[in-house]
C-alpha cells in the first residue's frame, strides 16, 4: 500500500525559505541532487518547470505538487518542502502555497503514480495534516510526522 512517506527520503524534507513560485521549486530541486534514481539531475530540473509551464500544479489548500514521469527516473522519488512563509503559486483556489511535494516517476508506472498523487491529495486535504506538518521546526520533526501519516 502506498503512503504518504512512501518515495520520500529522509534528506528530501526540508523546512526552507523561498520568495516565489520558481525559487520555492529550485529549494525543492536540490533536495534531488545526488539523487542515484535520476539519471540526468539537470534534464530532471528542466523538465520539472517544462511540466509546470502546462499547467500549475498548485492542487488547493496551500500545496503545490510539481511531478513528472519520464525515462530519466530510475523509481520513484519524492521531495517535500515546507515553506516558512506562503507564497503565490497560481493554485486552482488562489490560497498560497507552503507545502510542496515534489514527485519523480519513471515510465510504466502509471498505476503508482496516480495512486501516489491521489494519496498525497487525500492526506493533505485533511486539514488537522497540514496543520501538523506546516508546524514542525526541523526537519527530524517533520520526517517524523510525515511517516505518521
Known amino acids: 500500500m502506498i503512503k504518504l512517506y512512501s518515495y520520500l527520503a529522509s534528506d528530501r524534507v526540508q523546512i526552507a525559505e523561498a ?17 542515484k534514481d535520476i539519471l540526468d539531475f539537470e534534464r530532471f530540473c528542466r523538465d520539472i518547470f517544462d511540466r ?24 520513484p522519488v519524492a521531495g517535500i518542502t515546507v515553506l516558512k512563509r506562503a507564497i ?5 483556489d488562489g490560497i498560497p502555497v507552503n507545502i ?22 487525500i492526506k493533505l486535504a485533511v486539514e488537522a495534516n497540514r496543520n501538523r506538518i506546516i508546524a514542525c521546526t526541523s526537519n527530524a520533526e517533520l520526517l517524523s510526522v510525515l511517516q505518521a501519516l
Not at 19 to 35: Q, V
Not at 55 to 72: E, F, M, Q, S, Y
Not at 103 to 111: A, R, T, Y
Open 100 to 121: 510542496i511535494i515534489m514527485v519523480g516517476m519513471p515510465q510504466g508506472f502509471e498505476n503508482e503514480y496516480l495512486q501516489y498523487l491521489s494519496k498525497v491529495s
Open 52 to 75: 509546470e509551464a502546462l499547467l500549475p500544479t498548485g492542487i488547493g489548500h496551500g500545496i503545490g505538487v510539481p511531478h513528472i514521469k519520464n525515462a530519466n527516473v530510475r523509481q
Open 88 to 92: 503565490n503559486y497560481s493554485s486552482m
Open 19 to 35: 520568495d516565489n513560485k520558481n525559487s520555492a521549486i529550485l529549494t525543492t530541486l536540490e533536495l534531488f541532487k545526488g539523487c
